[in-house]
């Protein structure tokens, strides 16, 4: 069963910085590609990044290209999304997500955690 829990969401205003968090169980860390998706009151969760294996290879939606970044600590099990610049537009629940396959394949890249909501106001 794979775990991950997100953490750092908060209110903020726009043109702030946040980063949030993801803790993954190690049995399901391992090998694995990770990345982050997003969903707005009212609209569809929607991808925002991911990251392979060993960190080299990330891939963005157009719509926070240049503004987020994705990383990860292999020895600490943890996913991190640095965002700037933040927009209201940026504001969701931001999902961790799990690829076993360490594609990048969007196909194969599911959200197993709660969610962390992060609110930008204007």
């Known amino acids: 069963q794979v775990q991950l829990v997100e953490s750092g969401g908060r209110l903020v205003q726009a043109g702030d910085s946040l980063r949030v968090s993801c803790a993954a169980s190690?049995?399901?860390?391992?090998?694995?590609?990770m990345g982050w998706f997003r969903q707005a009151p009212g609209k569809e969760r929607t991808f925002v990044a991911a990251?392979?294996?060993?960190?080299?290879?990330?891939y963005y939606a157009d719509s926070v290209k240049g503004r987020f970044t994705i990383s990860r600590d292999n020895a600490k099990f943890m996913v991190y999304l640095q965002m700037n610049s933040l927009k209201p537009d940026d504001t969701a629940v931001y999902y961790c997500?799990?690829?076993?396959?360490?594609?990048?394949?969007?196909?194969?890249?599911?959200?197993w955690g709660q969610g962390t909501l992060v609110t930008v106001s204007s």
């Open positions: 990251i392979s294996w060993n960190s080299g290879k990330t």
């Open positions: 190690g049995r399901t860390f391992s090998g694995y590609a």
């Open positions: 997500a799990a690829d076993p396959t360490d594609s990048l394949d969007l196909r194969y890249l599911e959200v």
